[in-house]
């Protein structure tokens, strides 16, 4: 059982370009997240979504965007990536919304 | 505004016992969780608290008090593996999961 899966796990990217990071889960959970997590800071929610075709705008959703077209995939782009983007982004999951979250191993993304 | 506060950095002996504090602000309240992240990896669930109480799980145990906005996360027996960011999450009203910013755990020899 793999859980949830990210892609890339890292990548190093030029400002400017376009980027999307791939999301999957295996365990039917209705609920799912992007959160982005930088040195001293707590994770911020990026977007979510509690089912699939439904998606909502979490704490910091500038210069992001992301779709739900099944209960699978959950994937994050960035338009155009700008420097402050440089993060560590996390994918996870929840059966009911409320409930202990699964996450992914991560992406780290670098913007230069 | 909404924030969870909680140590920085604690350093423990092997062996030894820790606690580490974590106080909340919300716009309401709908439970309590604590992650581990070790280095480099993703964070784990160790434990939800909704009900004032203790909450015992091995080593680890879990306190709430919601008159005070105030949850501990208590680990026995320290192991070198304990070495690891502890993050601390209320659920808001709004079924959203406000993060404190994690407390490092090292443990020493």
């Known amino acids: 059982i793999a859980g949830i899966t990210q892609a890339p796990t890292s990548q190093i990217l030029a400002a400017g370009r376009r980027m999307t990071l791939r999301c999957t889960q295996d365990m039917r959970h209705n609920a799912m997240y992007w959160y982005r997590q930088d040195l001293g800071l707590g994770l911020r929610l990026i977007h979510y979504s509690n089912t699939a075709g439904t998606t909502g705008k979490g704490e910091v959703p500038d210069g992001y965007s992301v779709s739900r077209a099944n209960t699978d995939d959950f994937p994050l782009t960035l338009a155009s990536a700008v420097p402050s983007q440089t993060s560590v982004y996390f994918c996870?999951?929840?059966?009911?919304?409320?409930?202990?979250?699964?996450f992914g191993e991560g992406s780290r993304l670098t913007v230069l | 505004g909404q924030n969870i506060d909680q140590p920085t950095e604690m350093t423990a002996t092997e062996g030894a016992i820790v606690q580490i504090n974590c106080t909340y602000q919300t716009s309401g309240f709908n439970g309590l969780f604590w992650y581990q992240q070790h280095a480099g990896e993703a964070p784990t669930f160790l434990s939800y608290?909704?009900l004032d109480g203790l909450e015992e799980k091995g080593r680890f145990s879990s306190f709430l008090s919601r008159s005070k906005g105030y949850s501990y996360l208590l680990l026995k027996e320290l192991q070198m593996k304990d070495s690891a960011s502890y993050l601390c999450a209320a659920l808001d009203s709004n079924y959203q999961l406000i993060w404190g910013a994690g407390t490092k755990l090292i443990i020493k020899p």
């Open positions: 996870a999951s929840s059966d009911s919304g409320t409930g202990e979250l699964f």
């Open positions: 608290n909704v």
